[in-house]
């Protein structure tokens, strides 16, 4: 057996507390975690629309967001994050907000986890918004792990509420379709999952916050060289597991 390097993976908090204290509770009975990754949109969804930004409201949502992250924190793993669509691109250069993996590839106990915050195809007026065309010109570098706020268009990761209409994006579809990894978003709230797409280990977390916020939470995992994604629905007791083919983490994108 071979060792276990677990990810603990939150979804779109939205500075719903009490969601992310029940999703804390349950990555600390999953044992020893090498790093915890936020998929964004961290702060207090109320606050995050581009046209009705204020001084005011801009320090009231850096402070949700100051919250959410010290939180995490307390779980005494690394905490890693990417800005999702409700999210300023930027954060202030300070200790309360490091942690920010966009446009970046850190090693993470050994896995190199490649970041890509906001959210596209669509422009809703929020504050990070890209097409797909601007997401492949920005592109994602080799890595063993990709931690986007966006989920990969045509899969169960992106279906709305309906349950019809995939709204994910193009880009990171194509790009999963060569990554032998591990894959870890949010953004729609309802299609918390997972699924393999290609060889990847793809997870959803979910939303913590509103709309259709529940708790819940995701991990990835490797394992004897094999990537095991899982969603866990805190309220039904109920986990969802893929796991990919065989990859060599360091290896080929």
Same mark, same amino acid.
């Given at each position: 057996? #071979?060792? %276990? /390097?677990?990810?603990?993976? $939150?979804?779109? /908090?939205?500075?719903?507390?009490?969601?992310?204290?029940?999703?804390?509770? !349950?990555?600390? =009975?999953? #044992?020893?975690?090498?790093? /915890? *990754?936020? &998929?964004? @949109?961290?702060? @207090? !969804?109320? *606050?995050?629309?581009? %046209?009705?930004?204020?001084?005011?409201?801009? =320090? *009231?949502?850096?402070?949700?967001?100051?919250? &959410?992250?010290? %939180? =995490?924190? !307390?779980?005494? =793993?690394? $905490?890693?994050? &990417?800005?999702?669509?409700?999210?300023?691109?930027?954060?202030?250069?300070?200790? %309360?907000?490091?942690?920010?993996? @966009?446009?970046?590839?850190?090693? *993470?106990?050994? &896995?190199? $986890? !490649?970041g890509f915050g906001g959210a596209g195809p669509g422009f809703f007026g929020f504050p990070y918004e890209w097409s797909d065309a601007q997401a492949r010109a920005r592109g994602i570098p080799a890595c063993d792990l990709i931690l986007a706020h966006a989920p990969p268009r045509g899969t169960s990761l992106d279906l709305l509420w309906d349950r019809r209409r995939h709204v994910g994006s193009a880009f990171l579809r194509e790009r999963l379709e060569s990554h032998a990894g591990a894959f870890a978003c949010g953004h729609i709230h309802e299609s918390g999952g997972v699924e393999l797409v290609g060889r990847a280990a793809c997870v959803n977390a979910g939303g913590l916050g509103a709309p259709r916020g529940a708790p819940q939470v995701g991990l990835l995992a490797l394992e004897d060289g094999r990537w095991r994604a899982e969603h866990l629905d805190l309220a039904l007791g109920a986990r969802r597991v893929v796991v990919g083919p065989p990859v060599a983490a360091g290896g080929p994108p």
């Open positions: 057996m #071979g060792e %276990r /390097v677990v990810f603990g993976v $939150v979804g779109d /908090v939205h500075a719903h507390m009490a969601h992310l204290e029940a999703a804390c509770a !349950a990555l600390e =009975a999953e #044992g020893p975690l090498a790093a /915890v *990754l936020l &998929v964004g @949109d961290l702060g @207090d !969804a109320h *606050l995050g629309h581009a %046209r009705l930004r204020t001084p005011r409201k801009d =320090a *009231l949502w850096l402070e949700s967001v100051a919250r &959410v992250l010290e %939180r =995490a924190r !307390a779980l005494g =793993a690394s $905490v890693r994050y &990417v800005p999702g669509n409700h999210d300023l691109p930027t954060l202030p250069d300070e200790p %309360r907000f490091a942690g920010n993996l @966009d446009g970046r590839v850190e090693s *993470l106990a050994g &896995v190199r $986890v !490649a």
